[in-house]
Structures are given as C-alpha cells and as structure tokens.
C-alpha cells in the first residue's frame, strides 16, 4: 500500500482529491492542490532552443508561463488540439507550468485504500512522474508526480521559459 502518495490533496477522512486528465485512451490524475486553473487550449509562443516537449509560452493574465505538452513528455504521437484540449496550470516546486492535456474529465477523491506503488517494472528515470496508481472500479488513474515530469536536466529550460 502506497503511504500517503498525495499527501497535498488529502482530506481528512483519508480520500485523496485529484484532478482527473485523459491523454488518448488513458487516465492520469494531478493532485488537486497543485492545480491553480484549468483553461482552454489558446495560442502559444514558441520558445527556441527548448526541450522538445516544452511547447513555448503562455501569458496568462500578465504571467508568463511555460507550457508543456503531456504527449509529447510521455512520447506519444503528437495530437491537433480539439475542443476538449485544456491547459491544466499547476504549481511545480520551481515553476507554474502550463500541461497539454486531450481533456479534463472529473475532480475526484480517491480513498486511500485504492491507492497501489508504482510497480517495479514501471519504476525508473523516465517514469519518476508516477508517483502511484489509483484503482477505481474497471479502471487505473496514474497519479502524477508533477515535480518529476521534469528531469534536473529539463527544469533550467522550463524556468528559462517563464
């Protein structure tokens, strides 16, 4: 059983709350807490020299913020935005970071007890983003660790960027 995973979004009865986003066929969740405003796809900056999944800019409200494509990070075939398409802005430990997501499709609590670790075969440096899965019902919700979608590497670009 995972301790705690969301600690940020938990509520006093043991549920965690998580903002429920979908990429194709899957399902990841952000920690509620974390999330600052989810918008709809809008024109974004290019920014040169960057990451490849870092899409450009954003000015939101006279805030420049980087905004990064979850398809692109994830390596999945890139996507023209629909109508669905948001821009989830959440706050990183370094940086507000705009995320590309297909669509926003719930705000949830998650108990606790649903909760498992990433498992061994899916542990490593590309998947330190994965901070546990939540079983619900007939599907999985991978829970995102949004400071570990970037590598050291990556996050002197991103904040570059803002």
Do not use: W
């Not at 066929?25 to 807490?33: K, N, P, S, T």
């Not at 994830?74 to 430990?93: H, L, N, Q």
């Not at 507000?96 to 719930?106: F, H, M, N, Q, T």
Request: include cysteine; hydrophobic fraction near 45%; glycine fraction near 8%.
């Amino acid at each position: 059983m995972v301790e705690n995973p969301m600690s940020n979004g938990s509520d006093p009865s043991g549920a965690l709350q998580i903002v429920v986003c979908e990429l194709g066929h899957e399902h990841y969740g952000l920690d509620v807490a974390r999330v600052i405003e989810i918008i709809r796809h809008q024109p974004i900056t290019p920014v040169p020299r960057s990451p490849v999944f870092v899409k450009g800019v954003m000015n939101l409200r006279g805030r420049i913020i980087p905004v990064v494509d979850l398809r692109a990070r994830f390596g999945m075939p890139e996507a023209e935005p629909t109508k669905d398409t948001r821009i989830v802005v959440a706050d990183g430990s370094s940086t507000r970071v705009g995320l590309v997501v297909d669509a926003v499709s719930e705000v949830l609590f998650v108990p606790t007890a649903s909760l498992e670790p990433t498992p061994g075969v899916a542990s490593g440096v590309e998947t330190e983003y994965l901070r546990g899965i939540a079983k619900l019902d007939d599907r999985l919700i991978l829970l995102l660790e949004l400071d570990g979608l970037f590598r050291i590497e990556d996050q002197s670009p991103l904040a570059g960027a803002a």
